[in-house]
C-alpha cells in the first residue's frame, strides 16, 4: 500500500517539475506569507524582550515622584509681585518647600509598605582625571538606589554607611565613565574631578548593552554613563538647593556648602527649579501595594506641600506593562495581516489546482482505465499541493528569517527569532496546503474514466 501511494507521489513531483514556472509562481502567496508571519512574530518577539529588559531597569514595585517645575513663573512675577491678578482681584501665592529629603525621611518613617527608597540629585558637567576631560551626569543617591534598579557592581563596594551620613567624596563610576577616564589602569581608589571635589573611586558598575529608545521617558535608568555620589555629598559640596538665595538666582548657581559654584557647561537650572531634590524613587514590598501606597504618597505630599501640588507620581512598571499590552495588541494585528496572506496563497493554490485538473482530464482518465483507484488520484493531487505549500513554506522561512536580520540592521528595530514562530509559520503553510488542495483533488478523482478519456 505504502509503494503505492508512493508511487502517486513520484507521479506528483515529477508534475510539479514538469511545470517549474507554475509551481513557483503558485508558491509565491505561501513564500510571502510565510516570511510576513515570521517576520511579524521576530519583532513582536523583539518588543516583549524590550519591555521586559526595560521593567528590569526601573526595578520592581517602583513609585516616581519628581517635581513639577512651573516654566511660566518667570512670566507670571510681575503680577505676582503685586498681588493681583488678571481680573483685578487679590492673588495670594501658597507656599511650598518643595521635594525635599524631609519628605523622604517623612515617607520612610510612616508609609508601611515602603520597602527600599532613595532620592535623586542630578548634576550635568564634566569629569576630569589625568587631562581628560568626559562629559558626565553625577547622582546624588543611597545605597538603595543599586538595589531598586537591580544595578549589579564590576568591581567595588556600596557606600559605607560612615560615607553616606558624612558627605565623603566618594562616587560609584558607569563604565564608560570607567573605560573613557581609567582605560588602562584599575579606577578603584583612584581619583577623579567633578566641579571643584575630587571624588574616590569605591565601585565600578557592570556595563549595560541596552540601547532601548525614549529610555528616558519610560523611567528606564542607563548608567554607563553617569557617576554616583552619597546624597550627602552632593547637599554638602555641590548643589543644595533649599539653600538657593538671591545671588544664586540671579547668577543662576548653586549654592553649595558656603560658596558659589557653576556647573561649566551643565544644565542646571536653579532659578526655575526650587526643589532640594529631583526625585524620589519608592519601592514598596507587594505589587499589590503599589496603588493603595500612591494613593498615600499624594495625601501626604500634598499636606506636606501646604496643599500645592506641585509634585508628580508615576509607577513606571505599570505604565510599561500598559506599553507592552499596546504592543502585543499591535503585534496581534501585524500577524493576523501576515496570516491573510497565508490564506491568500492557500486559495491560489486551490484555484491552480482546480485548473490543473481540468488541463490534465485525459491523463485522470488514463489512469483511472489503468487501474488507479479514486484514492490514487486523491493522493496524486494533494501531494501537489502539499509539496507546493510545503516547499513554499521552507523558502518563506529562510526569507522570513533573512527579512528579520534586515529589519534589525537597516531600521534598528529588535528582532527575535524563536524556534515557536518558525514551527507555527511552517506548520500553518503545510496545514493550508492540505486545506486547499482537498476539493481540487477530489473533483478530479470523481471524473468518470469514459469522459475522461472522451474529453478534447
Given amino acids: ?15 510539479l517539475l514538469g511545470n517549474k514556472l507554475k509551481s513557483i509562481l503558485t508558491a509565491l502567496g505561501i513564500i510571502f506569507g510565510t516570511a510576513a508571519v515570521i517576520s511579524m512574530l521576530a519583532i513582536g518577539n523583539g518588543a516583549q524582550q524590550e519591555i521586559l529588559e526595560q521593567i528590569k531597569m526601573v526595578g520592581v514595585n517602583n513609585i516616581v515622584i519628581t517635581p513639577t517645575i512651573d516654566l511660566s513663573e518667570g512670566e507670571n512675577s510681575e503680577s505676582s509681585e503685586s498681588g493681583e491678578s ?25 508609609v508601611p509598605s515602603v520597602k527600599k527608597i532613595t532620592p535623586e540629585i542630578i548634576a ?11 562629559a558626565a551626569k553625577v547622582i546624588g543617591i543611597n545605597n538603595d538606589y543599586f538595589d531598586i534598579y537591580n544595578i549589579n557592581f564590576e568591581k567595588g563596594r556600596y557606600y559605607s554607611e560612615y560615607q553616606v551620613e558624612n558627605g565623603i567624596p566618594v562616587c560609584v ?15 578603584i581608589n583612584k581619583y577623579l574631578k567633578f566641579g571643584h571635589v575630587w571624588l574616590k573611586v569605591i565601585g565600578v558598575l557592570e556595563k549595560s548593552n541596552i540601547n532601548l529608545s525614549a ?17 550627602q555629598t552632593m547637599l554638602l559640596r555641590y548643589k543644595n538647593r533649599a539653600l538657593i538665595n538671591s545671588k544664586s538666582l540671579s547668577s543662576g548657581n548653586s549654592y553649595m556648602g558656603g560658596r558659589f559654584f557653576s556647573f561649566s557647561g551643565g544644565q542646571e537650572t536653579t532659578g526655575s527649579n526650587g526643589n532640594q531634590l529631583d526625585k524620589i524613587i519608592v519601592q514598596v514590598k507587594e505589587t ?20 500645592v501640588k506641585d509634585y508628580e ?18 503585534n496581534i494585528v501585524l500577524g493576523a495581516i501576515a496570516s491573510i496572506s497565508l490564506i491568500v496563497g492557500g486559495i491560489g493554490i486551490m484555484n491552480i489546482m482546480f485548473a ?25 493531487f494533494l501531494s501537489e499541493a502539499i509539496l507546493i505549500s510545503v516547499s513554499g513554506g521552507i523558502i518563506g522561512v529562510f526569507l522570513g528569517v533573512i527579512f528579520s536580520k534586515l529589519i534589525m540592521k537597516f531600521a534598528g528595530i529588535l528582532t527575535i527569532i524563536s524556534p515557536g514562530s518558525i514551527i507555527v509559520a511552517f506548520g500553518v503553510s503545510a496545514i493550508i496546503g492540505v486545506i486547499f488542495g482537498i476539493s481540487p483533488a477530489k473533483r478530479a478523482a470523481e471524473r468518470d474514466p469514459i469522459e475522461s478519456l472522451r474529453y478534447e
Fill in 356 to 380: 490543473t485538473v481540468m488541463e490534465r482530464i485525459k491523463e485522470i482518465g488514463i489512469r483511472l482505465a489503468l487501474g488507479a483507484k479514486k484514492a490514487d488520484i486523491i493522493a496524486q
Fill in 173 to 187: 563610576i558607569g563604565a564608560n565613565i570607567s573605560a573613557k577616564v581609567f582605560s588602562n589602569v584599575d579606577p
Fill in 86 to 110: 488678571g481680573n483685578g482681584e487679590s492673588k495670594k501665592e501658597k507656599f511650598s518647600p518643595g521635594l525635599t529629603m524631609k519628605d523622604l525621611e517623612t515617607i520612610k518613617k510612616i
Fill in 124 to 134: 550635568n558637567s564634566f569629569v576630569v582625571q589625568n587631562g581628560r576631560r568626559v
Fill in 288 to 307: 499589590e501595594q503599589l496603588t493603595i501606597t500612591t494613593e498615600v504618597l499624594s495625601r501626604m505630599l500634598l499636606r506636606r506641600h501646604m496643599n
Fill in 1 to 15: 500500500m505504502f509503494s503505492r501511494y508512493f508511487h502517486d507521489i513520484e507521479i506528483a513531483i515529477e508534475s
Fill in 215 to 231: 529610555a528616558d521617558n519610560a523611567g528606564v535608568n542607563l548608567v554607563n554613563d553617569n557617576v554616583y555620589i552619597p546624597v
Fill in 313 to 330: 507620581i508615576t509607577v513606571p512598571e505599570l505604565l510599561l506593562k500598559q506599553q507592552q499590552r499596546t504592543k502585543d495588541i499591535f
